[in-house]
């Protein structure tokens, strides 16, 4: 059993998608043990996407990630990390395989509709960022 961190950003929150997105992960195996709506601050932001500080895309990353409120849940099931990953696409929505949430919801490459741990030490990073462990059911 493994735990990941999904993060529905401010573009699918604004398109009314959130139950839809919901719903993937709990059509495919995966349990939402916790899950909020929050507005992500700057430093929030900066802080969550610190691996990418030196990237080009950081300040755009930024802004994009705190236009608008996001969906925070942490995803639990067998190969969490992995099934969510790829429930989710390519980052890339052009690339993104045809029925997974990117190629669905997603428009561009910034807006790229969700966010997955992309490995099982991030993932406790991340869940511990955003979940007090008596929010995790
Ligand atoms: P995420 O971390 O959001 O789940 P990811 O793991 O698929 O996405 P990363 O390489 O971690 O992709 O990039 C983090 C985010 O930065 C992407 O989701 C995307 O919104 C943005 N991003 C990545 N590459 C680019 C790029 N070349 N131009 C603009 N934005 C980008
Ligand atoms: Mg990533």
Do not use: C, W
Request: avoid cysteine.
């Amino acid at each position: 059993m493994q735990q990941t961190l999904s993060i529905i950003k401010p573009d699918a929150v604004k398109k009314n998608v959130v139950g839809k997105i919901l719903d993937r992960f709990e059509s495919n195996g995966l349990r939402i043990a916790a899950t909020k709506k929050i507005q992500l601050s700057r430093a929030d932001a900066e802080a969550f996407y610190a691996v990418h500080k030196e990237r080009p895309f950081f300040g755009e990353l930024v802004e994009f990630m705190i236009s608008g409120p996001v969906v925070v849940s942490v995803l639990e099931g067998e190969n969490a990390v992995a099934k969510n990953r790829e429930l989710m696409g390519a980052t890339d929505p052009k690339e993104a395989a045809p029925g997974t949430i990117r190629a669905d919801f997603a428009e561009s490459i910034d807006a790229n509709a969700v966010h997955g741990s992309d490995s099982l030490e991030n993932a406790a990073i991340e869940i511990a960022f955003f979940f007090a462990r008596r929010e995790i059911l």
